[in-house]
T-cell receptor
Framework: GAVVSQHPSRVICKSGTSVKIECRSLDFQATTMFWYRQFPKKSLMLMAT?????????EQGVEKDKFLINHASLTLSTLTVTSAHPEDSSFYIC?????????????FGPGTRLTVT | GQQLNQSPQSMFIQEGEDVSMNCTSS?????WLWYKQEPGEGPVLLIA?????ELTSNGRLTAQFGITRKDSFLNISASIPSDVGIYFC?????????????FGTGTRLTIIP
C-alpha cells in the first residue's frame, strides 16, 4: 500500500506555454499532498502543501500565480506551471500522506522532469 | 527553507563494507524519517523513528533517533550494489495541520567494484 504515481514522467515544453503535472495516490486517500522541487544533486525543497478542497499553502518565495495547485479529490492533486521559462526546468516531486503508518508519513511519487526550451 | 545537515556528503565504499551516516539539526523534531532516492526517481521511505532514543532496524538498515531529538543516524551493514543512491534524512515536528518535512542535504553512496 501507499503508492503514489505522477504523470507525465518527463515533459519538454516551449517557453511561454503551461504544463500540468498530476499526482495520484493509488491505494489510499491522501489527506494532504505536497509538491517539491529538486535541482540536480540537491535536496528536496517544499513548494506547497495542499489539503483536499482547500487552497494550497505556499512556501516563502514560491509564486502562487506561477505554480497553480489544485487538490480536487482525496486521490488527485495537480501542479500547473504557467508561462514556463527555462529557469523552471527542474525535477518536480509530489508526496501524499494519509497512507499506512502514521498519518503524517509522506509517500513520494516517482517525479516529473520538466525541461523548458 | 531550513535544511538539516547530513554527513558525509558522499561516500565511496567497497561492496561488503558497513556504512554510517548522520543527520543533525539545530532544532528538535519528534519524528525522524530516512529515505533513499535513486536517479530519476522519487524518495522511498526506509525507516521511521518516533521516540527519542529509539533504535529501529529494517533488514540491513538500522537507524536511531538521538536522545536530544536533534540528530539521527543510519547504518547499512554489508553493503551491496543496490544500496547505491542518495540517502536523505527528514525531520518532522508534527503539529496537527502542519506536517511539513525538513529534509537533510543528502548523502550520496557509491560502491566501488
Amino acid at each position: 500500500g501507499a503508492v503514489v504515481s505522477q504523470h507525465p514522467s518527463r515533459v519538454i515544453c516551449k517557453s511561454g506555454t503551461s504544463v500540468k503535472i498530476e499526482c495520484r495516490s493509488l491505494d489510499f486517500q491522501a489527506t494532504t499532498m505536497f509538491w517539491y522541487r529538486q535541482f540536480p544533486k540537491k535536496s528536496l525543497m517544499l513548494m506547497a502543501t495542499s489539503n483536499e478542497g482547500s487552497k494550497a499553502t505556499y512556501e516563502q518565495g514560491v509564486e502562487k500565480d506561477k505554480f497553480l495547485i489544485n487538490h480536487a479529490s482525496l486521490t488527485l492533486s495537480t501542479l500547473t506551471v504557467t508561462s514556463a521559462h527555462p529557469e523552471d526546468s527542474s525535477f518536480y516531486i509530489c508526496s501524499a500522506s494519509g497512507g499506512q503508518g502514521h498519518y503524517y508519513e509522506q509517500y513520494f511519487g516517482p517525479g516529473t522532469r520538466l525541461t523548458v526550451t | 527553507g531550513q535544511q538539516l545537515n547530513q554527513s558525509p556528503q558522499s561516500m565511496f565504499i567497497q561492496e561488503g563494507e558497513d556504512v554510517s551516516m548522520n543527520c543533525t539539526s539545530s532544532s528538535i523534531f519528534n519524528t525522524w524519517l530516512w529515505y533513499k532516492q535513486e536517479p530519476g526517481e522519487g524518495p522511498v521511505l526506509l525507516i521511521a523513528l518516533y521516540k527519542a532514543g529509539e533504535l529501529t532496524s529494517n533488514g540491513r538498515l538500522t537507524a536511531q533517533f538521538g536522545i536530544t531529538r536533534k540528530d539521527s543516524f543510519l547504518n547499512i551493514s554489508a553493503s551491496i550494489p543496490s544500496d547505491v543512491g542518495i540517502y536523505f534524512c527528514a525531520g518532522l515536528l508534527s503539529n496537527f495541520g502542519n506536517e511539513k518535512l525538513t529534509f537533510g542535504t543528502g548523502t550520496r553512496l557509491t560502491i566501488i567494484p
